[in-house]
């Protein structure tokens, strides 16, 4: 591996490292609470775990998807760099991880999205333990600027994908999508929408709690130049959650569905996303409404790191459940609180 490819392996992995409270940017987070106590507050986190995955499976469904939260496009399924200030390495060159070379932590946001979406711009993971198929597309519109085929969709089978520093990947998703433009030109815009689906998939934390999507479909659209990146996605989801302690038990069970509106920043590594969610308590049938308001992600902090998530519902108090600014901060309801692992 070159010492820009170290670079960019390093920094990547720092910014799964946010788990284990490494400091990073002058900031250190703290993702550890054994709080298990009332199902309801399992909603908050699942609502910005589903969501972030919302975020992964749009990777595939282009070859023009990548955007600053993560990765530089150099190119249609170019060599993206890594990097976590939001600059690009001016020596970089391709990015070729071993998942097995560092020692890093890996939090269920960090570390299943930000693995899909680093599968997606060629990175090299889960040694062996997953199999990927990529799909290609006709379209409208290539780089060259003429019909031809782009990648469009994957398979992905995880079979205990191991992450850095612990835990694992196991499911299944599958992407499909279709591009249409009315032309080729500079001014013009490529329409994509996909659908994405989540079977059975499971994080598994080092300490054996585990985060299960036994399914989520989500079904997206967002509009980029012929030569660009968009700036914005829409996604309608609807699927369903369990939680798990490391004891195996189960804690918490939600179905869920809702619309995500998420920006993409052009300037630094980060997105942010607004919408409304309904989850329902399995057993129960509880009705939560679950919203997001300027809820902000970057790439080098494992929770969000600015806005507000609210839980509402009949016959309970509304929780609002702020993060930020730095790093690792969260309150609910005013009040300083400290965010779970990595659940």
């Known amino acids: 591996m070159s010492k820009s490819q170290d670079r960019s392996h390093s920094k990547l992995h720092r910014c799964l490292a946010v788990l284990g409270g490494v400091t990073l940017l002058g900031t250190l987070a703290n993702c550890s609470n054994n709080d298990e106590s009332t199902g309801e507050v399992y909603a908050y986190d699942s609502y910005y775990y589903t969501s972030d995955l919302a975020t992964a499976d749009m990777y595939w469904a282009d070859d023009w998807t990548y955007n600053p939260y993560y990765a530089y496009s150099l190119g249609p399924r170019g060599d993206p760099i890594y990097v976590d200030g939001g600059g690009l390495a001016p020596d970089a060159t391709a990015f070729a991880p071993d998942a097995a070379a560092e020692d890093a932590g890996a939090s269920v946001t960090r570390g299943a999205a930000a693995i899909i979406r680093a599968l997606a711009q ?11 198929t990529p799909k ?3 379209t409208p519109c290539t780089a060259s600027g003429g019909p031809g085929t782009v990648r469009g969709g994957v398979s992905i089978v995880f079979n205990g994908c191991a992450l850095p520093g612990g835990g694992r990947l196991d499911g299944q998703l599958d992407v499909d999508s279709q591009h249409t433009a009315d032309s080729c030109s500079s001014n013009s815009g490529i329409d994509v929408t996909y659908r994405g689906t989540f079977t059975n998939f499971s994080y598994t934390a080092p300490s054996g709690a585990r985060a299960v999507i036994v399914s989520q ?14 700036s914005a996605l829409t996604v309608r989801t609807k ?49 939560l409404t679950v919203a997001s308001e300027g809820l902000e992600r ?13 839980v509402s519902g009949s016959g309970r108090s509304t929780d609002t459940w702020t993060f930020g600014p730095q790093c690792g901060a969260l309150a609910k309801n005013d009040t300083a609180a400290t965010p779970r692992e990595g659940l």
Do not use: H, M
């Not at 060629?122 to 990927?132: E, K, L």
């Not at 989500?218 to 030569?227: A, I, L």
């Not at 918490?252 to 920006?263: E, I, R």
């Open 136 to 138: 290609t597309i006709d």
């Open 298 to 310: 970057t790439g080098n902090c494992c929770i969000p790191n600015n806005g507000k998530i609210t």
């Open 217 to 230: 479909v989500d079904t997206g659209s967002f509009t980029r130049p012929v030569n660009g990146v968009p």
């Open 239 to 287: 699927g369903t959650i369990q939680r798990f302690g490391s004891d195996n038990t189960r804690i918490a069970a939600y179905k869920y569905s809702g619309v995500w509106n998420f920006t993409f920043n052009s300037a630094s590594p980060s997105y942010s996303v607004s919408g409304t969610a309904a989850f329902e308590r399995d057993p129960g049938g509880q009705l």
């Open 122 to 132: 060629g990175g090299a993971f889960c040694n062996g333990q997953a199999t990927i």
